[in-house]
């Protein structure tokens, strides 16, 4: 059975920083892309970084660009999203997720979905 389990998420306050971390088992994620994506109170989920299975390429929404860094663990099955400088527009549930393909979770798609980590951010 296929697992993803976030990790990292809690009360920060601004200007802060976060880690978030995602634990895949179930099958070999190697190949995967995984992401990160957040769904604030009335609002649509969005992606927020992705990553390839290889590492070589990364995806940042343009908010969070030069203050989240998304990086894989080195047996692939992993995934960490750094967060700093946080601001209380970067309160959300952030929830890991990977698929066979990288374009897919552009597009919000995803095969797996992690059950979610809350991140909030006070003023």
């Known amino acids: 059975q296929v697992q993803l389990v976030e990790s990292g998420g809690g009360l920060v306050q601004a200007g802060g920083s976060l880690r978030l971390s995602c634990f895949a088992s179930?099958?070999?994620?190697?190949?995967?892309?995984m992401g990160w994506f957040r769904q604030a109170p009335g609002k649509e989920r969005e992606c927020v970084a992705a990553?390839?299975?290889?590492?070589?390429?990364?995806y940042y929404k343009d908010s969070v660009r030069n203050r989240f860094t998304i990086s894989r663990g080195t047996t692939k099955n992993t995934v960490h999203l750094q967060m700093n400088a946080l601001t209380p527009e970067d309160t959300a549930v952030y929830y890991c997720?990977?698929?066979?393909?990288?374009?897919?979770?552009?597009?919000?798609?995803?095969?797996?979905w992690g059950q979610g980590a809350q991140v909030t951010v006070s003023s």
């Open positions: 990553i390839t299975g290889s590492g070589e390429s990364t």
């Open positions: 179930g099958r070999t994620f190697s190949t995967y892309a």
């Open positions: 997720a990977a698929d066979g393909l990288y374009s897919d979770l552009l597009r919000l798609r995803a095969d797996y």
